[in-house]
């Protein structure tokens, strides 16, 4: 199956700084790539739809300026965590989905964010 | 896109069959109901979806009553390896990929 990868794993960085995790498609070309958030105990929360060449769609409550995502190629896009805060911490998923009229949607292994 | 109904949650001998249910009773005729699980501290895993067949691949098969209004994901050999949130999803070719993950049905099988 396809494969979506993930990078880091696993970041914990300091209030007020900013993290930027990345998201690839590794063997297929991804017209469109998602973005979730999963606190602990809950389900997965949408964030932002991200189209190759085109600007986010945010989800309601989700502040753009402060999560930044820039999907610049169809194997990559980005999730940056602006000026980051503890109620940031959670575990980030992304998604990317080929496009090809299967409506599929293949999963990265997520990324743990811990905020001090 | 409609929305879904799960048991929070359910056990299961190892070997033995997991039969997990799912009401989605105001689903529309161009839904799709897909399966997807989350092992713990990992993605979301696709697993199997159907319009209204029943389906079966090599994870699982998929059951969807006649009226459409619910569905069971059987595990044919449940395996300690099985044990996850399971999400049944119903979403439309007209509304944009995104899923709409419910609270899912956490299955723990024992030994």
């Known amino acids: 199956g396809a494969v979506v990868s993930q990078h880091p794993s696993r970041v914990i960085c300091k209030s007020g700084t900013s993290v930027k995790i990345e998201c690839r498609s590794l063997d297929f070309q991804a017209t469109t790539m998602f973005w979730y958030r999963q606190f602990p105990k809950q389900s997965l929360m949408l964030m932002a739809t991200?189209?190759?060449?085109?600007?986010?769609?945010?989800e309601q409550g989700v502040e753009k300026d402060k999560f930044l995502i820039n999907h610049a190629s169809l194997t990559l896009s980005t999730l940056t965590v602006t000026s980051a805060h503890p109620e940031d911490s959670s575990f980030y998923i992304c998604?990317?989905?080929?496009?090809?009229?299967?409506?599929?949607?293949?999963f990265g292994p997520g990324t743990r964010l811990t905020v001090t | 896109d409609a929305k879904t109904t799960q048991p929070p949650s359910m056990d299961c001998a190892e070997g033995r069959a997991a039969n997990l249910p799912c009401n989605h009773s105001t689903i529309s005729g161009n839904e799709y109901v897909y399966w997807y699980r989350q092992i713990h501290s990992q993605g979301p895993q696709y697993i199997i979806h159907g319009l209204k067949n029943n389906e079966t691949n090599e994870m699982a098969s998929l059951i969807i009553t006649e009226d459409r209004k619910s569905s069971t994901l059987i595990l044919p050999h449940a395996t300690l390896r099985d044990t996850a949130v399971y999400y049944c999803?119903?979403?439309?070719?007209?509304?944009?990929?995104?899923?709409?993950f419910g609270k899912g049905t956490s299955l723990l099988v024992t030994p």
């Open positions: 999803i119903v979403k439309g070719s007209n509304s944009g990929y995104a899923l709409n």
């Open positions: 998604s990317a989905s080929p496009g090809d009229g299967s409506y599929e949607q293949y």
């Open positions: 991200s189209n190759e060449g085109s600007k986010a769609t945010y």
